[in-house]
């Protein structure tokens, strides 16, 4: 059975920090990973999606990478803004499911 | 940009009452989920439909939940009765292809009292 541990759970940080978030996977063989952002209440926002052939993927100040030897994956934020505090969720779509298996996400919030 | 549309936003329902959700994913996207999150949770997956069939609903409470998807376009998500402990967010994703991403919708916010 697939499993998706997110460390840390929370995350506060001064504006301006580059910081990682971490997600890893039991199961080596998957299909793709995917990086959310979600706002308090609010529903999933994709932020970026690592095939399963991709080692990372950028987008402005996020990159992510993709270990499967090791299970697992990071998201890179670089120079951190107020804007950023919401939670992050990784999610991957693994060889046996054709569904998205979701970590319980980091919490992350950073102060001014 | 295309967005998958769900409504309403917030439903607040008496326990034993029926509710329903629906769901308009973005045109051309044959796969529509249907995802469950507990507050402090990740989403877990209620129902997959592949156009209008099932084929994935074994995490679904199918005593009190259905979900149904009849033209294969938009969706509607049922409990009937509520209990308290499906108070959490629904919410709504559609994937063109297994190799693309997800979108999700924003959600609705079911509370029973």
């Known amino acids: 059975k697939q499993e998706v541990t997110q460390i840390p759970a929370a995350l506060s940080v001064p504006e301006g920090e580059n910081l990682v978030l971490n997600c890893s996977f039991t199961?080596?063989?998957?299909?793709?990973l995917q990086w959310f952002r979600q706002d308090p209440g609010k529903g999933l926002t994709s932020l970026l999606l690592i095939q399963s052939s991709q080692r990372e993927q950028t987008s402005g100040r996020l990159n992510a990478s993709l270990d499967k030897s090791s299970g697992r994956s990071t998201l890179y934020i670089a120079a951190s803004q107020p804007g950023d505090s919401a939670t992050y969720l990784c999610?991957?779509?693994?060889?046996?499911?054709?569904?998205?298996?979701f970590g319980a996400g980091t919490r992350l919030a950073v102060h001014p | 940009e295309a967005e998958v549309a769900q409504s309403p936003r917030y439903k607040i329902t008496e326990k034993s009452q029926a509710v329903a959700f629906w769901c308009d994913p973005i045109?051309?996207?044959?796969?529509l989920y249907w995802y469950r999150q507990i507050l402090g949770q990740g989403p877990e997956l209620l129902v997959q439909f592949q156009d209008e069939s099932v084929v994935d609903d074994s995490q679904l409470p199918k005593d009190r939940f259905s979900a149904e998807r009849l033209k294969g376009v938009d969706s509607t998500l049922k409990i009937q009765p509520a209990e308290l402990g499906d108070s959490a967010m629904y919410l709504c994703?559609?994937?063109?292809?297994?190799?693309?991403?997800?979108?999700f919708g924003s959600g609705t916010r079911l509370t029973v009292v």
């Open positions: 199961d080596s063989a998957i299909y793709n």
């Open positions: 045109s051309g996207h044959a796969t």
């Open positions: 994703a559609s994937s063109f292809h297994e190799n693309y991403g997800y979108t």
């Open positions: 999610a991957l779509r693994s060889g046996g499911y054709n569904k998205l298996i």
